[in-house]
């Protein structure tokens, strides 16, 4: 129903910066919650950041500051902008599309192929 499209992923050495995009197709909606997700080997994927359709926008602790999240609503595309890149942020990093109130660990939420990350030196 809803088809999610990462790229951008990279490697880069510590201090460097990545851009992320999603483009988002199907039956979504302008009211949909787009985020992003990462998972590095061996962890629970975790939280990064969300962007809501008001624009308002939430970061985990450990990216404010450094990571930005922006939406174009008209077409379904959702970025992460990543700086001052750190070796813990070496994750793949997916995309995430949800309804209002909707979980996004849940069936009802979408989720990308997701796409890979590496800081390095």
């Known amino acids: 129903q809803v088809q ?5 992923g990279g490697s ?18 302008s009211s949909d919650v787009m985020g ?7 962890k629970q994927r975790e939280f990064v950041a969300v962007g809501f ?9 450990s990216v404010r500051g450094r ?12 970025a992460l902008q990543m700086n001052s890149l750190k070796p813990e942020d070496t994750a793949v990093y997916y995309c995430n599309v949800r309804a209002p109130g909707q979980p996004p660990f ?6 990308g192929q997701g ?6 030196s």
């Open 4 to 8: 999610l499209v990462e790229s951008g």
């Open 12 to 29: 880069v050495q510590p201090g460097g910066s990545l851009s992320l995009s999603c483009v988002a197709s199907g039956s979504i909606r």
């Open 36 to 42: 992003w997700y990462r998972q590095a080997p061996g």
């Open 53 to 61: 359709s008001s624009g308002r926008a939430s970061y985990a602790d």
């Open 67 to 78: 990571f930005t999240i922006s939406r174009d609503n008209d077409k379904n595309t959702v």
């Open 106 to 111: 849940s069936q009802g939420a979408y989720w």
């Open 115 to 120: 796409t890979q990350v590496t800081v390095s």
